[in-house]
Nanobody, 125 residues
């Protein structure tokens, strides 16, 4: 059973930054593509980006391109989501999810079988 645990969420002012972590256990991170998603209150879960170490690529949603960065440290079995220039509309619960690397990288949440529990990010002054 894959396990993913997110951390690093919190309250931040508009224009601020945060770094979220997604720690993986019981599987080798390099064998999986990792996606980051968020869900705002009353809205559908949104794909933010997908990182494939195998393909050496990261895809981002247009809404976060240039502001958010996904990178991984396979030695620590951890993937990070760096959030910069945060806006009120970035508020939500942030999730990481894993998908076998053979299946490619996508931004649709329904295509990821393994999920973490989420971490809350609130952007407010």
């Amino acid at each position: 059973q894959l396990q993913l645990v997110e951390s690093g969420g919190g309250l931040v002012q508009p224009g601020g930054s945060l770094r979220l972590s997604c720690a993986a256990s019981k599987f080798r991170l390099g064998d999986y593509n990792i996606g980051w998603f968020r869900q705002a209150p009353g809205k559908e879960r949104e794909g933010l980006g997908c990182n494939s170490d195998y393909e050496a690529r990261t895809d981002y949603a247009d809404s976060v391109k240039g502001r958010f960065t996904i990178y991984r440290d396979n030695a620590k079995n951890t993937v990070y989501l760096e959030l910069n220039s945060l806006k009120h509309e970035d508020t939500g619960v942030y999730y990481c999810a894993a998908r076998p690397r053979s299946m490619g990288c996508v931004l649709s949440w329904g295509d990821f079988p393994s999920w973490g529990q989420g971490t809350q990010v609130t952007v407010s002054s």
